[in-house]
């Protein structure tokens, strides 16, 4: 296939008196890792919004496989197979590992009445309780399956999240700081799993994250937003030793 996976052109968006981002672009191909990476407010969660439908930009196109996502919801974009995970981590209590999975699968194959069946003790089909068991592998949530999500560490929280979001078998993976709060230990846990997911299923990814190390061994290639501005883009190892950027973000300290 040619031509970018997804596309971003010129994408701008305020809120009120801030400027959240201004005329960011980017692109990602198919099966390709990027990282997106800036200081504290630099308009990187706007970013992942604005290409997931969470917000509509003010100006810009955002375009995925050639089609143009404007009018598109995030419902319907994961139909298209882009998903994204949160920055706060959202679990639900009295909901088993397995549980916040067969949700996300049935909110992708419509089935039932999501929560209301759940809660209604609908039992899970063989395929979907397959379908799940494959991402829970992938993830290595398999031993906790069955067990409650207030009772898992963030570290593992963290991983429900991602395999929530692998459940739609997206071509395209939005990360939204995946190993915050995390331990050394975790965040190792975490890289090697993305590690997997990118190279055994060739998905696309797109991470934001202040683990620069993290960011090091993963992306490809790197986009610097500093102020709503993209201020460097290019190969990982190339941006991470711009002085620009070792002013704006990394500080003398990387
Ligand atoms: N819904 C909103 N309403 C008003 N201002 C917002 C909103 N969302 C973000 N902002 C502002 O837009 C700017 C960019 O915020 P954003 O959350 O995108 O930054 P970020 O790079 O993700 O930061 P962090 O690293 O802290 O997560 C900030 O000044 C923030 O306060
Ligand atoms: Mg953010």
Same mark, same amino acid.
């Given at each position: 296939m040619s031509g970018p996976l997804l596309e971003a052109e010129a994408v701008s968006k305020r809120f009120s008196g801030i400027?959240?981002?201004?005329?960011v672009s980017l692109h990602v191909a198919d099966g390709e890792f990027v990282a997106v990476i800036g200081p504290n407010g630099a308009g990187k969660s706007t970013l992942f919004n604005c290409l997931s439908g969470v917000l509509r930009p003010d100006r810009g196109t955002v375009t995925f496989r050639g089609r143009s996502?404007?009018?598109?919801?995030p419902s319907a974009r994961a139909r298209l197979g882009i998903a994204r995970t949160f920055q706060r981590i959202e679990l639900f209590g009295g909901m088993t590992v397995l549980d916040h999975l067969l949700v996300a699968d049935r909110a992708r194959? =419509? =089935?039932?009445g999501l929560w209301s069946d759940l809660f209604r003790g609908s039992r899970p089909t063989s395929e979907e309780l397959e379908r799940c068991g494959i991402v829970l592998e992938l993830v290595g949530l398999t031993e906790w399956?069955? =067990?409650?999500?207030?009772?898992?560490s963030l570290g593992k929280g963290r991983l429900v999240e991602l395999a929530r979001a692998l459940m739609c078998d997206p071509a395209l993976l939005f990360l939204d700081?995946?190993?915050?709060?995390?331990?050394r230990h975790e965040t190792a846990e975490m890289s090697a799993t993305l590690e997997t997911v990118s190279r055994q299923h060739g998905t696309a990814i797109v991470l934001i994250e202040h683990d620069v190390p993290m960011v090091r061994r993963l992306a490809e290639r790197t986009y610097v937003l500093d102020y709503g501005q993209l201020i460097a883009d290019g190969p990982t190892e190339d941006v991470l030793g711009d002085e620009r950027v070792r002013v704006a973000y990394l500080g003398d300290n990387s």
């Amino acid at each position: 296939m040619s031509g970018p996976l997804l596309e971003a052109e010129a994408v701008s968006k305020r809120f009120s008196g801030i400027v959240a981002l201004s005329d960011v672009s980017l692109h990602v191909a198919d099966g390709e890792f990027v990282a997106v990476i800036g200081p504290n407010g630099a308009g990187k969660s706007t970013l992942f919004n604005c290409l997931s439908g969470v917000l509509r930009p003010d100006r810009g196109t955002v375009t995925f496989r050639g089609r143009s996502l404007e009018r598109l919801r995030p419902s319907a974009r994961a139909r298209l197979g882009i998903a994204r995970t949160f920055q706060r981590i959202e679990l639900f209590g009295g909901m088993t590992v397995l549980d916040h999975l067969l949700v996300a699968d049935r909110a992708r194959t =419509r =089935r039932g009445g999501l929560w209301s069946d759940l809660f209604r003790g609908s039992r899970p089909t063989s395929e979907e309780l397959e379908r799940c068991g494959i991402v829970l592998e992938l993830v290595g949530l398999t031993e906790w399956a069955d =067990r409650p999500a207030e009772s898992l560490s963030l570290g593992k929280g963290r991983l429900v999240e991602l395999a929530r979001a692998l459940m739609c078998d997206p071509a395209l993976l939005f990360l939204d700081e995946p190993s915050s709060g995390l331990d050394r230990h975790e965040t190792a846990e975490m890289s090697a799993t993305l590690e997997t997911v990118s190279r055994q299923h060739g998905t696309a990814i797109v991470l934001i994250e202040h683990d620069v190390p993290m960011v090091r061994r993963l992306a490809e290639r790197t986009y610097v937003l500093d102020y709503g501005q993209l201020i460097a883009d290019g190969p990982t190892e190339d941006v991470l030793g711009d002085e620009r950027v070792r002013v704006a973000y990394l500080g003398d300290n990387s």
